[in-house]
């Protein structure tokens, strides 16, 4: 897609498998964070989000975890598809407006 | 309900002209971001609004840009004169926000081209 990077991470899975997508945050003081997902041409669009006060969060087909100790987020997408190709990113929020978003994972699903 | 929209999808223009960014949040929202996207630095905040009141544009990389937001329902920004640097695909969010903890829901972007 248009979005970023010659140079993303890349995940490649294939369909049916669960993906684990995982992300560094930078600020220990972060409070927020969010998944999005980012198809090509499109904006990103809102996944799921976690408050720090929790350390997993469950949706539809989609599990965040959250690990402060060593400031790490993560990504499950369970039985992925190929709808799930696309880029993802997640954010993080200090109490403020700011979002401070990573640079992305592709995620790249074989059918 | 729709979401936000941008206008418009695409421009190419030359350098040195002005160019005109539109973006209509979604209705309620209560703040409006402006981010750029770019290959090279991935996404990046601009400026941002609460109530029409822009409350942080430290990002905003030079005098050239600019932004408004007249009322709750239209932002704009602006790029004058543009140089084949400003290329890149610029997005609007809009949230909802008694509290930080709110997500952003972006609109699908216009992809701009400086020649």
């Known amino acids: 897609g248009e979005s970023v990077g010659l140079h993303l991470p890349t995940l490649s899975v294939q369909e049916g498998d669960n993906s684990i997508i995982n992300c560094a945050y930078s600020?220990?003081?972060?409070?927020?964070f969010i998944w999005y997902k980012q198809e090509s041409g499109k904006g990103p669009q809102f996944i799921i989000d976690?408050?720090?006060?929790?350390d997993k969060r469950q949706g539809q087909r989609v599990t965040v975890l959250l690990n402060k100790t060593v400031k790490h987020l993560s990504l499950q997408i369970a039985a992925t598809q190929p709808g799930d190709s696309a880029v993802y990113f997640c954010?993080?929020?200090?109490?403020?407006?700011?979002?401070?978003f990573g640079a992305g994972t592709r995620l790249f699903v074989k059918a | 309900d729709a979401g936000v929209i941008q206008s418009p999808r695409h421009e190419v223009t030359e350098m040195g002209q002005e160019v005109t960014l539109r973006c209509k949040p979604i209705s309620g929202h209560d703040y409006l971001f402006w981010y750029r996207q770019t290959m090279m630095r991935g996404l990046e905040l601009l400026i941002y609004?609460?109530?029409?009141?822009?409350?942080?544009d430290s990002g905003m990389p030079e005098d050239r840009f600019s932004a408004k937001m007249p009322n709750a329902s239209f932002s704009t920004l602006k790029i004058q004169p543009s140089e084949p640097r400003d290329s890149a695909v610029y997005f609007c969010?809009?949230?909802?926000?008694?509290?930080?903890?709110?997500?952003?829901?972006f609109g699908d972007g216009t992809r701009l081209s400086i020649l």
């Open positions: 954010a993080e929020n200090t109490g403020g407006f700011k979002t401070i």
């Open positions: 600020n220990s003081a972060s409070d927020y």
């Open positions: 609004f609460n109530n029409n009141v822009p409350i942080d």
């Open positions: 976690i408050r720090s006060n929790m």
């Open positions: 969010a809009s949230s909802l926000g008694s509290g930080n903890n709110q997500p952003q829901h």
